[in-house]
């Protein structure tokens, strides 16, 4: 049986960015609740806050540690499994990749500084002040990297001669029409995420153990967070359809299993595909997808039959898609219902149901990242950069490319399983109350009851 070489190719890189993204979304969204958390914290004069920043950051530590890894993998495999696209488009993208290392080292750098100035200035804003380096590094690694992969979908800023990119403008590059939306959408996903996970971590310390003052002002405030992030998320959504539908009409055609050119589209939720590839058990919403992809429930919308059949995505985008939007509204909806019973003296947002749909919805944001993520990569294929260059002709041929496969899928394993002991070991044995009453003594033990 002869090795499928660019199937390999295919599994081994949604391997590491499927593994790698845990992580990055963890760097870009955690050190946005850390300095909100200290900064309510020193305006209040309320250290359970100030001690929310001061847990979140030392685990946070930890998966830095694991994403640099992760991330220099993926340097590794460009070149490895990936070298006709990095030989024709790595003189295009070597400015955000670089850029983006850059990014990482800025934030690396005031990490180490906020982490170990700790109580050591009168002034606490000046130790707070270090976050926002932090927050700015994170992002900004973000927003490079994403216009990468940005300008694979809608690329520009060169010229083609002889097969390769020249006369390469890279702003012009890095500027391309798919980037707004794209930076726009990872970022929000980024903070609804990591303020859901941080919320379902305290909702499982409140379901393991009494509550406390601190558990409670923990939840109240990543449910808030989380709450905000996830209708801006919402609106990044409604802009990158709009962007689709613009400039990617076969991604989001092939996402509703939109096959005609229309006006008056249905918006199609769910079901599955019969064998004459008709849509089964879905829910049809009249009009809805015209108004999604153009803002009017007349607009026209063109179907997959204006695109050649060898240059459409697979059809299975449909259930990313459903998956990545469901989980989206189920955030929002969680957290709202949340924040309602807060506000509701007679019903209390902290009963057993709330507390396991708070759990949940932390695991499910991060698989909504995921899911949005496969959907970002296979609704652009065949192509590795769009119009361009086809996944197959980007592959590498070597068949040592299983070797690799296997080598990668137990590194990951590994770090995966050192993250999450690690991550026990620092927290299991060091409860809040404890950690409380070492670091602000003078705060009275009976407050946090």
Avoid at 318 to 335: C, E, N, Q, R, S
Avoid at 348 to 367: D, Q, R, V, W
Wanted: aromatic residues 14%; negative net charge; glycine residues 6%.
């Amino acid at each position: 049986m002869e090795l499928d070489t660019v199937l390999m190719s295919r599994l081994l890189t949604a391997m590491t960015l499927g593994f790698h993204i845990i992580f990055a979304t963890l760097g870009v969204g955690i050190p946005l609740m850390i300095s909100i958390a200290e900064f309510i914290g020193i305006k209040k004069n309320d250290p359970h806050y100030k001690l929310l920043a001061r847990r979140w950051t030392r685990g946070f530590i930890i998966t830095v540690a694991v994403g640099v890894v992760t991330g220099t993998a993926i340097g590794l495999q460009l070149s490895l499994v990936w070298p006709n696209f990095m030989q024709v488009a790595g003189n295009v993208i070597s400015l955000p990749l670089f850029m983006e290392v850059f990014a990482f080292f800025f934030e690396a750098i005031f990490l180490g500084i906020y982490l170990y100035t700790w109580d050591r200035f009168n002034n606490q804003y000046i130790h707070w002040f270090f976050s926002l380096p932090i927050i700015i590094g994170g992002g900004f690694s973000a927003v490079f990297i994403t216009t990468v992969n940005a300008f694979m979908n809608t690329p520009q800023g060169f010229e083609i001669q002889n097969g390769t990119f020249s006369a390469v403008n890279p702003l012009a590059a890095m500027l391309n029409p798919a980037t707004p939306t794209k930076v726009f959408h990872v970022l929000t996903s980024a903070y609804v995420t990591c303020a859901a996970i941080l919320a379902a971590i305290t909702a499982v310390m409140i379901l393991k153990r009494k509550m406390t003052d601190y558990h409670k002002k923990a939840l109240r405030l990543t449910m808030t967070l989380t709450f905000l992030f996830a209708l801006l998320t919402a609106l990044a959504g409604d802009f990158s359809a709009k962007f689709l539908a613009d400039h990617q009409a076969e991604k989001l055609a092939a996402a509703e299993w939109h096959f005609e050119t229309e006006q008056n589209a249905d918006l199609i939720l769910f079901g599955w595909l019969n064998e004459d590839n008709e849509p089964t058990g879905e829910i049809r919403l009249p009009g809805f997808l015209s108004f999604l992809a153009h803002g009017d429930f007349n607009a026209e919308v063109t179907g997959l039959e204006a695109f050649p059949e060898d240059e459409q995505p697979p059809l299975w985008v449909h259930y990313m898609f459903d998956l990545m939007v469901t989980i989206g509204f189920l955030l929002l909806g969680i957290a709202l219902l949340y924040l309602l019973l807060a506000k509701m003296k007679k019903w209390n947002e902290h009963n057993k149901g709330m507390l396991y749909l708070i759990a949940l919805s932390g695991p499910l944001a991060m698989l909504a990242i995921e899911f949005g993520w496969i959907y970002a990569e296979e609704g652009r294929q065949p192509w590795i950069i769009r119009g361009y260059m086809t996944v197959e002709e980007a592959a590498t041929s070597s068949p040592y490319v299983t070797h690799m496969f296997f080598l990668f899928l137990a590194l990951y394993i590994v770090l995966g399983t050192l993250c999450v002991i690690t991550l026990r070991k620092l927290f299991r044995n060091n409860p809040a109350e404890e950690e409380l009453e070492k670091h602000y003594p003078s705060f009275k033990k009976g407050d946090n009851e």
